[in-house]
Every structure is written in C-alpha cells, then in structure tokens.
C-alpha cells in the first residue's frame, strides 16, 4: 500500500498538473471577482460615511429657535439627522468642531454619523443661545 500510492501519481502526472492548474485559475477568477466586487462598492462605503446608511439612524427638528428634542442618546455608528422646520435658517455647529452644517433653510436639513461614543455639545451659530447636545454610547 505504501508503496503503490506515489506509483499512482507518478503514473498520471499529466492528470494532476492539469487539475492543478484549473483550480488554480478557478482561484484566480475568484479573486479577480473579489477584487472588482471591491472596487465597484468602494464608492458606495464613501457616501455612506456621511449619509444615512444601513445604521441606526435618529431625527433632532428646529423650531421655535429650539433643537428637539435637545438631548439625544444614540449608539455609535447612529446618523443623526437635523431637520430645520422654520422659517427661521439655523446651523449645527459642534463646539468641539467635530462636524459643522451649513446655513439650513426652511425643510433642509444636515446628517453626521457618529462613529465615536462621547458627548458632542453643540449650537446654532446664528443663535448661540440655540444649544442642543448628543451623547454617544454603546447599548448595554
Ligand atoms: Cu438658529
């Protein structure tokens, strides 16, 4: 038994380079597939980054030179979307600069998407009276 097992390879050498080489290529069409896969999503992962995308997502409106609700807890990973409901144009500044949006018209709004836990204060550089806060954490 020992002995006629290597016999048999070496018998049908041509049998296995040939399967050899056909998984080899079946490999490579794989990672060429992989790779256009790749490049083909990487735009989408771009946008994403500051769009609403597969996350949790949470909506603060502006009204009555008020951010409403003007506490919100969300978990990493949450887009929080501002939505301005007035005729009244307001921003979003993050005090720590963190983010910024521009001047929000009447039913315009701004999203960011908080990757990072932590406690973002933040205004409406028009009224600086005008604050509201999101605080990122993880569930549980
Ligand atoms: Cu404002």
Redesign the pocket.
């Known amino acids: 038994m020992k002995i006629r097992d290597p016999m048999r390879f070496v018998a049908n050498p041509e049998i296995s380079s040939s399967i050899g080489c056909k998984s080899q290529s079946v490999l490579r069409v794989l990672r060429l597939t992989a790779l256009f896969a790749a490049l083909a999503f990487t735009p989408c992962l771009a946008e994403e980054a500051n769009n609403a995308g597969a996350g949790p997502a949470a909506t603060v409106s502006?009204e009555h030179?008020t951010f409403i609700p003007g506490e919100i807890t969300v978990v990493p990973g949450t887009t929080v979307t501002w939505v301005n409901k007035e005729a009244?144009?307001?921003?979003v500044v993050d005090i720590n600069k963190g983010f910024r949006s521009k001047t929000l018209a009447k039913d315009t709004s701004f999203s960011f998407t908080f990757a990072t836990a932590g406690d973002y204060d933040y205004l409406?550089s028009?009224?600086p009276n005008?604050k509201g806060k999101v605080i990122v954490k993880p569930a549980g």
């Open positions: 502006m030179n009244m144009p307001h921003t409406c028009i009224h005008m």
